[in-house]
DNA sequence: TCTTGATCCTCACGCGGGGTGAGGATCTAC
DNA sequence: GTAGATCCTCACCCCGCGTGAGGATCAAGA
């Protein structure tokens, strides 16, 4: 019955575990990083928490549960002349920084709802074919930043100045319009392909004169758009061929 | 101008990390762990990467912004008769992890727009009541399941059958008036604490006559309260305590 | 052919927040 | 006295790489 111990004021580390529902490993964390020692050690070494460590444990539990760091609670603990002002300043930065996360976390939630729509809504027997359009969304994400693709899809029709913006645009609608087809497995005889293709040719020629890339990464683009035109429906392979050389341009001012 | 060394289908390991957005340390940390090694390697040991692994490359790349852990990647990537419906499981499951993350996220954000508030709206110029509040509200979430919580901020007022639920449910409200009294700082000569202590008292008695409790927490529950009645408008410190025993005595049944 | 600067290689430690032992000392209850 | 619970201190593990250190090799110009 005397195992209540805290009785007196003095905790063992498994008590304050136990009773703060923590781990004794964790307390041992703390320990080490300076965050949180024992008052007091008994002779042979076992560490006793007084009341005044109790209540640190919680305060760093409760900031804990924000989110914080424990580098940013030892901080924040650490200032004895912890303001209210400091603490709404951590408490919004805290906000900032969850809500960026939280911004993050709900774009790849679109991602993969869009991609599993397109799995049940078009035909898709081949992972492969599957693979190959999560290849090119990526690479269309990546190669557009945010705000352009919110513009490209909300108002992706009303296009006509001859501005490299608007290539970009058109480009990445050619990239969607390319995409169902690779998803249909439109066959080559079709004649929206051979439309398709001209566009593409077109726009990729736009694209390459109007900034400065190397004569290497346009003789690739050529030898590509021109295997790619010969060749459809392409194999993924292409696609992620294609793609690549794309990206190796980009990155290669 | 051959410094575009892909055309013959070998990538120096720089030329793939620049093409892909990756580093040079990624693409070794990939070989250490087996996701991506190189097709081949020149007599010096230097690694070149062929057409397949850049592929292979954009695919990891791809899976990767969907939030998938490499581990995950490459079992997704290693099974060659990977269908549809595995990668539907697997985006699913995906999709459950990212939604948990995001209401935990979501309740984080909450709680802390809720603290912002009681720091605007009540009058809390010590830092040290801060902390007691932010406390109380730790325990509070930590004692009750979320959904009691739920229950609790829907439909506070509706209660009347003496079973443990109901008790529970008074005695969170007990918490949260007893919380406004110490952001308001009430003095003990207020009648409105007499009465708060009074039902505190009640409720505290019943909640340790209901369930199996040990005598020795009874006790200091007891001794607790006692000090709490007398000793009003509490400390924050009084509060860190009986905060600590509450909790001692619901981990140790 | 030599040199030079860029690129490549392999260790190996670091981050955060602890988990999971290993091996031994110490406490507590009977 | 003894057994079982609890305590101590190392020390390595997770993930996804970043960041060097120290040395070998490559590509291009003189």
Redesign the interface.
């Known amino acids: 019955?005397?195992?209540?111990s805290?009785?007196a004021g003095q905790w063992s580390i498994g008590?304050l575990a136990?009773?703060?529902?923590v781990t004794v490993r964790a307390l041992h964390h703390y320990d080490e990083i300076g965050l949180l020692s024992a008052g007091r050690r008994t002779a042979s070494g076992h560490r006793r928490y007084t009341?005044e460590d109790?209540?640190r444990l919680?305060?760093i539990?409760?900031?804990q549960?924000?989110?914080l760091p424990l580098a940013e609670i030892g901080v924040a603990l650490g200032t004895p002349a912890?303001?209210?002002g400091s603490?709404?300043t951590l408490?919004?930065r805290?906000?900032l920084h969850?809500?960026q996360?939280?911004e993050q976390?709900?774009a790849?939630?679109d991602?993969?709802?869009d991609?599993?729509s397109r799995?049940d809504g078009a035909t898709?027997?081949v992972?492969e074919q599957?693979?190959a359009t999560?290849?090119m969304?990526?690479m269309l994400?990546?190669y557009f930043t945010p705000e352009q693709r919110q513009e490209l899809a909300g108002r992706r029709a009303e296009l006509g100045s001859d501005s490299i913006e608007a290539a970009k645009v058109r480009w990445a609608a050619l990239v969607e319009e390319g995409l169902k087809h690779v998803e249909n497995g439109t066959r080559v005889s079709d004649p929206s392909i051979r439309e398709w293709a001209t566009a593409w040719d077109e726009i990729g020629s736009m694209f390459h004169a109007g900034e400065e890339t190397?004569?290497?990464?346009r003789s690739?683009w050529q030898d590509n758009k021109t295997a790619l035109s010969a060749d459809l429906p392409w194999t993924p392979?292409q696609l992620?061929?294609l793609?690549?050389y794309l990206?190796?341009a980009r990155?290669?001012p």
Chains 1, 2 share one sequence.
Do not use: W
């Open positions: 019955m005397t195992e209540t805290g009785a008590e136990k009773a703060c529902g009341e109790v209540r919680y305060r539990r409760s900031l549960m924000l989110g912890d303001d209210i603490l709404r408490l919004e805290q906000l969850l809500s996360h939280a976390v709900q790849v939630q991602r993969i709802r991609l599993l799995i898709m027997p992972p599957f693979m999560l290849e969304i990526t994400e990546n190397k004569a290497a990464a690739m392979e992620a061929g793609m690549a990206q190796k990155t290669q």
